[in-house]
């Protein structure tokens, strides 16, 4: 017995000393790069994975769209019209088409039935299509615009109020099923083709929920870049890091689905004031390149699988404006190598370096590695402090390059810091992936010399 219990405590030591001693290990080029097992894959274009770069841009001008081509966008919204198709393929992109309600069963059921059938059956083959999208903020548009003033407004008595809630308490999900059975036909008209759900950013995470069961990618529409215009968003945080925050709610309305999120090209100017002369809109509720950077990574941080640009209808590419979109996108499309790629173990440790700072920024950030390069994003989502990166052992030694900017970071003993600025610090062991400057682009909006809507 006295053997036994000694063998016993033998054995638990060892066990003890082993798990010590790969607790401890050092952090090699094995350990560090193993992908998350959980990942959410990226959507596949005609049976290739492709980190989506959209834009709503209508497909009238060959030129204008391989210009977005060359600058990384590969997908565009396309109506029904197959010259269209013809134009978009011709420059080189993916196109979607919006079903429009002809994939909600609720209501005419047979009519609609036929109508998506005709739809689906002439374009499903064509070689430009890539994506169906259900009608753009279906579950936002359910009797709600108008309806949020109205209900809150003095107007409406509390038996009013309790009517309206009622009615949708009933519409809310007798839409949902109507678009999850026209989706559920679509796929057996079309089963090659995966289907897009935009919302708005709106409605309870269950609402949310019970729509984005029947799409194969969800997403939605945020545009926290403009000056003296709130509310396009319900959360307490109106600041460009909310399109992080809803690329998460996203996530958790659809999980183990891609998100996509619908960004801001545009001004509200452009769309509130319909009779206004360019040179009379201010230039700053224009959102400048670090604006649109900022928000570009900041839902890809948070997992995003594409981004694409809504209000690019309204202006062409060739404005200065959408000239510092281009920018952004053209870094992202020669990064979407590493995009593709799965994210590897959480095996560094980031720290804010608060200074005289009441509070840590939150901070975004993902590793991934290409062939023999390494892609580390950090991005400080709230204030502007310095971040200290540790675990880097497997990089010890190398150069990290900040993208975009002349600033490197050698990696000692195993760690760098991130020095000051509320923007993305792209950081790659190569210099080949650095393909626009900073520099190329204004600033800020100048009425007199840069403003937004002069063309290049």
Known sequence: MKSKSVLFKICFLLILLISFTECNSPKTDETINQPLEDEIKPVLINGEPRFIIGTYHKPKDLSELKRLAENGFNLVRCPPDSSALNMVGEAGLNAWINTGNKIDF????????????????????????????????????????????????K??????????????????????????????????????????MNHAPRNTLSQLQLFSRSADIVGCDIYPGKKGVNGHNELHNHRLSSVGAYTDIMQDAAPNKPIWMVLQ????????????????????????YKHSRFMAWN????????????????????????NSILGV?????ALEPFLLEAELKDKITIEPIQFTSSV????????????????????QEDLS?????????????KTLYELTTDRTYTVKNGKIRVWFGREPHVLCTSKKY???????????????????LNEI
Request: net charge negative; proline share 6%; glycine share 6%.
């Open 106 to 153: 609720s209501k005419d059921g047979d009519k609609r039935k036929e109508q998506l059938t005709q739809l689906v059956n002439r374009f499903k083959y064509h070689p430009a299509l890539a994506v169906w999208e259900i009608p753009d903020e279906a579950l936002w548009g359910l009797g709600y615009p108008g309806l949020e003033f109205k209900f809150y407004g």
């Open 155 to 196: 107007q409406w008595s509390e038996y009013q109020q309790d009517s309206i809630l009622e009615a949708l308490e009933i519409a809310i999900p007798k839409k949902a099923q109507g678009i999850a059975e026209g989706s559920e036909y679509l796929r057996q008209l079309d089963p090659s083709h995966p289907i897009w």
């Open 265 to 288: 090209g545009f001004s509200w100017d452009l769309l509130k004031l319909k009779e206004a002369k360019p040179e009379d809109m201010d230039p700053a509720k224009f959102p400048s």
């Open 299 to 322: 839902a890809i941080l948070h997992g995003a699988k594409g981004i694409l640009y809504f209000g690019s209808f309204t202006l062409s590419s060739k404005t200065l404006f959408w």
């Open 329 to 333: 996108t053209k870094e992202i499309a």
């Open 360 to 379: 840590k920024t939150r901070f975004a950030s993902t590793l991934r590695k290409f062939n023999e390069d390494h892609l580390l994003v950090v991005l």
């Open 385 to 397: 402090q310095a971040l200290h990166v540790s675990g880097l052992d497997f990089l010890e030694g």
């Open 434 to 452: 650095d393909v626009v400057h900073e520099s190329q682009f204004p600033i800020r909006w100048d009425k007199e010399d840069n403003f937004p």
